[in-house]
């Protein structure tokens, strides 16, 4: 009996491993994620710029509430050291020499002022600078003059005269309207000085900044007009001054 020959088997070929397990594109994950820095909490400088300015702005303003304080302190130790007094002023005589219209709106007057200052201070002196005078009706102005500066002594008393002149004055309507029904009135013509001056203390050899002050007199009635022979004498006898301090704040005055 014959041997049957069987035909060897082949060997099974492996595929290739390309085939098997195809390659895919990386994604950006596995690209990046071998270069990508690690992440680090960056400083805030905006919260430290911040705190500086803060701390700036309290600084700054300790230190205006300090000069307050110490401005204040001194103020304080000025005024019972010193006890200081305002200036005060009285008009004692007030002659109208000339006052007429040449027109019907034009105004010529001419005034003999005498006003009395006093420093009732002890250890202050006041020096002023020229005084800016004006007399007015019912706030219209009639005349203007000036007073040269001075220096007032302590306790002391001076009587200041000049003279107040307008010519040809011009003036509204209704200013000379005004006037005239007062001229003709039985109770007078009110008359009000006014003086504008800038005045500064003097103590131990120092000098404070200038200050300006007004200067405003009522109560003086002038019941007669002025004639060629003699002036008109006005009533002073219910006068009263007022002194104001102005102080001038960027372009306003207070």
Not at 15 to 32: D, E, H, M, R, S
Not at 212 to 228: D, M, Q
Not at 229 to 239: E, L
Request: aromatic share 8%.
């Amino acid at each position: 009996m014959a041997d049957r020959v069987y035909p060897t088997a082949k060997p099974a070929t492996s595929a290739p491993a390309t085939a098997a397990n195809p390659a895919f594109p990386a994604t950006k994950a596995q690209l990046y994620s071998n270069t990508r820095p690690a992440y680090r909490p960056q400083p805030h400088h905006r919260r430290r710029s911040r705190s500086r300015c803060c701390s700036c702005c309290l600084w700054i303003i300790f230190l205006i509430l300090l000069q307050l304080v110490i401005a204040a302190a001194l103020g304080a130790a000025f005024y019972i050291f010193y006890r200081p007094h305002r200036p005060s002023f009285s008009v004692t005589s007030l002659k109208v020499q000339t006052l007429n219209f040449i027109t019907n709106s034009h105004l010529t007057s001419s005034f003999n002022l005498n006003i009395t200052a006093r420093n009732r201070n002890k250890k202050l002196v006041f020096i002023y600078n020229p005084m800016a005078i004006s007399i007015l009706s019912n706030d219209v102005d009639i005349g203007d003059g000036i007073i040269p500066s001075f220096v007032h002594g302590k306790k002391n008393t001076t009587l200041l005269k000049t003279k107040i002149a307008s010519s040809g004055k011009e003036l509204q309507s209704s200013e000379v309207s005004t006037l005239k029904a007062d001229i003709k009135s039985k109770s007078g013509l009110p008359l009000k000085v006014r003086l504008d001056t800038k005045v500064r203390l003097k103590v131990l050899g120092l000098k404070t900044p200038r200050i300006g002050i007004r200067v405003n007199c009522e109560g003086i009635r002038v019941t007669s007009l002025p004639t060629a022979k003699a002036p008109a004498t006005a009533s002073t006898s219910n006068a009263k001054c007022k002194v104001d301090v102005r102080v001038k704040i960027w372009k306003w005055t207070v």
